[in-house]
Nanobody
């Protein structure tokens, strides 16, 4: 069974930075394209960034140039480095498979950008 554990969120001022981590287990991590999603209350979950098994990356337009996704296959971990954070980045962030998400989601990690 796939297990995903997100961490690293918190409260940060506009312009600040955070690094999120997602530890995965129960899957062949090295062959799976992974993604970071976020959900704002009352809105649908959206894919923010994705990384292929060979570390090709793709980003939502609103985060291009500010967020960087990376992975460590030995640790079965995906990271999201977030710079120049804006209040509109406030959301709960989750990781999951990038193409068709598994039905099992982690608890997510809250990111709040506020002065």
């Amino acid at each position: 069974q796939v297990q995903l554990v997100e961490s690293g969120g918190g409260l940060v001022q506009p312009g600040g930075s955070l690094r999120l981590s997602c530890a995965a287990s129960g899957l062949m991590f090295t062959i799976v394209d992974m993604g970071w999603y976020r959900q704002i209350p009352g809105q649908q979950r959206e894919l923010v960034a994705s990384i292929t098994s060979t570390s090709g990356t793709n980003y939502r337009d609103s985060v291009k140039g500010r967020f960087t996704i990376s992975r460590d296959n030995a640790k079965k971990t995906v990271y999201l480095h977030m710079n120049s954070l804006k209040p509109e980045d406030t959301a709960v962030y989750y990781c999951n498979r990038a193409s068709i998400p598994w039905s099992s989601w982690g608890q997510g990690t809250q990111v709040t950008v506020s002065s």
